[in-house]
């Protein structure tokens, strides 16, 4: 537009802008806009996708964490179920087992909260660039828009002033 500006006929302090020429850079900028809101969209599907992925990965863990308890509490009650011959045996194999139990129980405990722990931090960081990148593609459209808006002023007022000019002769 500054091009257009610069190359068209100066008249007593106004400009005389070609209005085909300026329909043209109107439309060529108006098309740049929905390509910004697109990269916008496209980088908030990311972060959804990367919420999804830590989502399935807390989801895997949770399993392996689960799997590993039950074959601990297994080998627990089978080294128990071994130990039962008499009543001393017995009674130390149930206190075993009831701590292999335990130790299993916290183990399953402790990975699910930090599996829930980093999904709340990647959902938070993907939810905080999601807004960013939105934030910041409406600050380029309102400055793009902004900056349109006081070109076409500057226009119509140059072909204002041209009309009356032109009207005075």
């Known amino acids: 537009m500054h091009l257009l500006v610069d190359s068209s006929t100066r008249m007593m302090g106004r400009v005389l802008i070609d209005w085909r020429e300026m329909t043209a850079l109107l439309v060529q900028l108006e098309e740049s806009l929905p390509r910004e809101v697109g990269d916008a969209q496209r980088m908030h599907a990311e972060a959804k996708q990367a919420v999804e992925k830590a989502r399935e990965n807390v989801k895997q863990i949770e399993d392996d964490a689960r799997r590993q308890a039950e074959r601990m509490v297994a080998d627990a009650d089978n080294r128990a179920k071994v130990l039962v011959s008499e009543h001393d045996v017995s009674r130390r194999a149930e206190e075993y087992n009831a ?36 934030r910041s593609a409406d600050e380029y459209a309102l400055t793009l828009l902004s900056h349109l808006k006081a070109v076409v002023t500057r226009a119509q007022t140059s072909v204002d002033d041209g009309l009356a000019q032109m009207k005075q002769r």
């Open 99 to 134: 701590e292999r139990r335990r130790e299993a129980d916290d183990y399953a405990r402790f990975v699910t909260d930090k599996a829930d722990a980093e999904a709340i931090d990647l959902r938070r960081a993907a939810d905080e660039y999601s807004e960013a990148t939105r």
